[in-house]
Nanobody, 121 residues
Framework: QVQLTESGGGSVQTGGSLRLSCSGS?????MGWFRQAPGKEREFVAA???????TYYFPSVKERFTISADSARTVHLQMNNLQPEDSAVYYC??????????????????WGQGTRVTVSS
């Protein structure tokens, strides 16, 4: 079982930046970030696969967010030019079976507790 610990959430004003981090206790074939705003479904944000370090992004964040990894157990999400619509609880997820699809929540096996990001206008 993989345990995931997120950090780095907080409150910023529009245009600000935050860096989220996630540390896992085991190996992952991919680690991803999803977010869920109140009243909305959980949506994919970004992911990185291992060992090729291929990255995947949701279109609305591709030019503003960057996912990176220190290893197959620690990933970061640098979020720049944050907008109010980016406000949500952000969840780190680990994919441990080699599923080829990295953008769907159902591909991921373990989830963190979430960290809240609030962007005020």
């Amino acid at each position: 079982q993989v345990q995931l610990t997120e950090s780095g959430g907080g409150s910023v004003q529009t245009g600000g930046s935050l860096r989220l981090s996630c540390s896992g206790s085991g190996f992952s074939y991919a680690m991803g970030w999803f977010r869920q705003a109140p009243g909305k479904e959980r949506e994919f944000v970004a992911a990185i696969s291992f060992p090729d370090s291929r990255t995947y992004y949701f279109p609305s964040v591709k030019e503003r967010f960057t996912i990176s990894a220190d290893s197959a157990r620690t990933v970061h999400l640098q979020m720049n030019n944050l907008q109010p619509e980016d406000s949500a609880v952000y969840y780190c997820a680990s994919e441990t079976t080699g599923d080829e699809v990295k953008v769907l929540a159902r591909s991921y096996d373990y989830w963190g507790q979430g960290t809240r990001v609030t962007v005020s206008s």
